[in-house]
């Protein structure tokens, strides 16, 4: 077992073939360990080589109204009114902290999306 640093794409696309192979290897075995190992150095590259940008905290809410077979009306408990809900989803008006907190608290989206 040969484990390098990934710094190219190449090194990147070797180790992505590795895993493959590996894949399904025995938990506490030296395949297994090499697994783990490869699978760690690659998140670290794709975090670093392709990062992912946070939801835009209007498409996350509608993505959870989604998720919980939600309406407006619904969204309307954390938001204040039915007019507000509209408003908000339209982008025509801005998230409050107030509403942050409830969106958090109510629906289960992280805070850090809600206020970006």
């Known amino acids: 077992m040969e484990i390098r640093p990934i710094k190219t794409e190449q090194d990147y696309n070797d180790s992505i073939k590795r895993i493959e192979?590996?894949?399904?290897?025995k938990k506490d075995s030296s395949k297994g360990d090499e697994l783990d190992?490869?699978?760690t150095l690659v998140e670290s590259y794709e975090m670093k080589h392709y990062p992912i940008a946070p939801p835009d905290p209007i498409d996350a809410i509608k993505f959870r109204m989604e998720q919980m077979g939600m309406t407006k009306?619904?969204?309307?408990?954390?938001?204040?009114?039915?007019?507000?809900?509209?408003?908000?989803?339209?982008?025509?008006?801005?998230?409050?902290?107030k509403m942050v907190k409830s969106l958090y608290k109510g629906l289960k989206i992280p805070?850090?999306?809600?206020l970006a």
């Open 37 to 39: 190992l490869l699978c």
């Open 73 to 97: 009306t619904d969204l309307a408990k954390y938001l204040g009114s039915q007019s507000r809900v509209s408003e908000i989803l339209s982008r025509k008006r801005k998230l409050t902290l």
């Open 21 to 25: 192979e590996l894949w399904g290897a």
């Open 111 to 114: 805070a850090e999306i809600l």
